[in-house]
């Protein structure tokens, strides 16, 4: 399709010093404390696609993904990737399902990420219309999960596995004890606070930033706590008597500033 000159500046790899977001950052990029309106207006619209993206985990995902698609096609510009058409999708599908032997799930949400990027490249002018629109894309089970579950004697071996005489084995007895009793990704346990443990209605409840930044309070039962408390003890976390503190949950200092055991 013809290009605007003006909707196509700065869309070569490092043609700006603020590098494009899918495009690895210069060496010697540094960022830049202040942007005005003529700045912005140089940024490519692949870029603020990017920047919309309220979860920097979502970012970061959408970012490689594009960039699979960028790397699997030979793409090496914007504007490039503004021209391809319903036939380089199809091919991109095909190349991960059938010689990279990606699963269903990481099909779909590369697409999903392709295609998120091309409706706002649509709706902004910078492209006639969406690729990804016109391919299917693989089905997923969505009534069956595909993790296997513990048991519970499994589960039981699992939380008995660290050991209960150090700081290390307290901490740990109370990450998995949370993590299998209310179900938490990695990231949300790393993202824990010592404060995020409160009384919810009198109900021992753990603050959680779920995906896509959603803030929850979730109940926990009283074994759960249990350990927790037990690990901030000999940890040093004093969340209920100081308030919501920020330590990182998982910090095993024996002495913090908000003070000793």
Not at 68 to 81: K, V
Request: glycine fraction near 6%; hydrophobic fraction near 35%.
């Amino acid at each position: 399709m013809p290009t605007d000159p003006r909707k196509s500046k700065n869309t070569e790899p490092g043609a700006n010093t603020s590098a494009p977001a899918v495009f690895p950052p210069a060496a010697d990029a540094t960022p830049r404390a202040l942007m005005t309106v003529a700045a912005l207006a140089d940024i490519p619209e692949e870029d603020i696609w990017l920047a919309k993206q309220k979860s920097k985990r979502t970012r970061r995902a959408y970012k490689l993904d594009v960039q699979h698609f960028m790397r699997t096609l030979n793409i090496h510009s914007y504007d490039e990737l503004r021209q391809v058409d319903h036939r380089a999708v199809i091919a991109w599908e095909r190349i991960m399902r059938e010689i990279d032997g990606a699963a269903p799930s990481t099909v779909r949400r590369r697409l999903a990420a392709l295609s998120s990027l091309f409706k706002h490249l649509v709706r902004h002018d910078h492209a006639e219309k969406n690729p990804v629109s016109e391919v299917e894309r693989p089905a997923i089970n969505r009534e069956e999960g595909t993790t296997l579950a513990f048991s519970k004697g499994q589960a039981r071996k699992l939380l008995d596995t660290p050991a209960d005489d150090s700081i290390e084995g307290l901490r740990d007895r109370a990450i998995l004890s949370g993590g299998l009793q209310v179900g938490l990704r990695r990231a949300e346990i790393a993202g824990l606070k010592a404060g995020d443990l409160h009384q919810n209605r009198g109900f021992d409840s753990l603050r959680v930033v779920r995906k896509g930044g959603r803030h929850e309070a979730l109940a926990i039962n009283p074994q759960t706590a249990q350990r927790i408390r037990a690990y901030f003890e000999i940890a040093g976390h004093r969340p209920i008597s100081t308030g919501r503190c920020s330590v990182p949950f998982a910090a095993t200092a024996r002495t913090s500033r908000h003070g000793a055991p």
